[in-house]
């Protein structure tokens, strides 16, 4: 249900980009404000759609607006988590576009969902995001690094977040790339904000309580 809300928000964007002139001028403004700041909007972008908001919802919602030192520990963890892999996703989009072309085509779109789910994210991102919220569920411990290698690890641990993933992202990076280069960034931001907060809620309101590492959930969406 989440997904499809998600979906939903950012099908209705796609259409109101080429159908309405307000909505395409508004997102060629921001368009223009990532091509004018560049890295620093990705990492700053990334930094707030992955860590600084999901974890300021757990503080208002969930902890009734106590901060405390888990706050601190999570968000510790989470910015160059975020800042990290918001760079290598920018940077996958913008050398799809130079491989592939800036432009809205079928073929162009399918062959860069194949690019991005069944080459960056099985190879890499999946991988990635499992290993890191692990590293840090294990005290910073090497033991999820030496057992990332083998076939076991990949099939328990990465292979449903890659199924979760698929589910999820291929329908929203269909509408990502069926835009601009300089709107997909901003456009995969804006998705990456809901699906968090969207994942952290469930996550702390099926359990009844705050988990110490609610944001594991965000492996989900790293994984993408």
């Known amino acids: 249900m989440p997904a499809l809300i998600i979906q939903a928000i950012m099908l209705g964007l796609l259409i109101a980009f080429y159908t309405s002139?307000?909505?395409?001028?508004?997102?060629?403004?921001?368009?223009?404000?990532?091509?004018?700041?560049?890295?620093?909007?990705?990492?700053?972008?990334?930094?707030?759609?992955?860590?600084?908001?999901?974890?300021?919802?757990?503080?208002?919602?969930f902890q009734r607006g106590r901060p405390n030192r888990r706050n601190l520990r999570n968000l510790?963890?989470?910015?160059?988590?975020?800042?990290?892999?918001?760079?290598?996703?920018?940077?996958?989009?913008?050398?799809?576009?130079?491989?592939?072309?800036?432009?809205?085509?079928?073929?162009?779109?399918?062959?860069?969902?194949?690019?991005?789910?069944?080459?960056?994210?099985?190879?890499?991102?999946?991988?990635?995001?499992?290993?890191?919220?692990?590293?840090?569920?294990?005290?910073?411990?090497?033991?999820?690094?030496?057992?990332?290698?083998?076939?076991e690890h990949y099939r328990d641990k990465i292979l449903p977040t890659l199924l979760a993933t698929w589910a999820v992202w291929i329908p929203l990076m269909a509408i990502i790339y069926s835009?601009?280069?300089?709107?997909?960034?901003?456009?995969?931001?804006?998705a990456l904000s809901f699906w968090v907060l969207l994942l952290t809620y469930m996550t702390n309101r099926f359990a009844g309580e705050i988990e110490a590492d609610a944001p594991l959930a965000l492996a989900t969406a790293d994984a993408r």
């Not at 997102?27 to 600084?52: D, N």
């Not at 960056?120 to 690094?145: D, H, M, Q």
């Not at 835009?179 to 804006?190: C, I, M, S």
């Open 21 to 61: 002139r307000t909505v395409a001028s508004t997102l060629s403004q921001l368009a223009e404000f990532k091509r004018t700041h560049g890295l620093s909007f990705v990492v700053i972008a990334s930094i707030t759609a992955g860590a600084l908001i999901p974890e300021l919802f757990l503080i208002l919602f």
């Open 179 to 190: 835009l601009p280069l300089a709107l997909q960034f901003p456009l995969f931001g804006f």
């Open 76 to 151: 510790l963890f989470t910015i160059p988590v975020w800042g990290f892999d918001g760079s290598l996703v920018d940077l996958l989009y913008r050398s799809e576009a130079a491989l592939l072309g800036d432009v809205v085509t079928m073929p162009i779109v399918l062959a860069k969902i194949c690019i991005d789910q069944f080459g960056y994210n099985v190879l890499f991102a999946a991988p990635f995001g499992v290993l890191t919220y692990e590293w840090k569920n294990n005290g910073i411990s090497l033991r999820p690094v030496r057992q990332l290698f083998t076939w």
